[in-house]
């Protein structure tokens, strides 16, 4: 019904950016709400942004609040991740979800249904 795919990624110095995007594919992806996790291995995976399905709200995790912003634009069916001054913290592999009928705003990964592959973000001092 919906499948995602990651791009963006790599490895940059702290105090930089990056922007991350997840195409998505399927005829209804414009009434999903839309969400980035991240997860450095051995750890749980970790909520960072989400956005709702109208594009009307977005919330995010305190550890990158006034740093990062999550914006979607249906017409391309993709979703962003903008990242600003990233910091040592902020390696690991980020990935984007997609989940219907959640209620605003959703951290939990297991509400969501689907998953694109994951893109490495690597941040070096």
């Known amino acids: 019904q919906v499948q995602l795919v990651e791009s963006g990624g790599g490895l940059v110095q702290a105090g930089d950016s990056l922007r991350l995007s997840c195409a998505g594919s399927?005829?209804?992806?414009?009434?999903?709400?839309m969400a980035w996790f991240r997860q450095v291995p051995g750890n749980e995976r970790e909520f960072v942004a989400t956005?709702?399905?109208?594009?009307?709200?977005?919330y995010y995790a305190d550890s990158v609040k006034d740093r990062f912003a999550i914006s979607r634009d249906d017409a391309k069916n993709t979703v962003y991740l903008q990242m600003n001054s990233l910091k040592p913290e902020d390696p690991a592999v980020y990935y984007c979800?997609?989940?219907?009928?959640?209620?605003?705003?959703?951290?939990?990964?297991?509400?969501?249904?689907?998953w694109g592959q994951g893109t490495q973000v690597t941040v070096s001092s």
């Open positions: 399927g005829r209804t992806f414009n009434s999903y709400t």
């Open positions: 979800a997609s989940g219907a009928m959640l209620v605003f705003p959703s951290q939990r990964p297991s509400l969501y249904n689907y």
């Open positions: 956005i709702s399905w109208s594009g009307s709200s977005t």
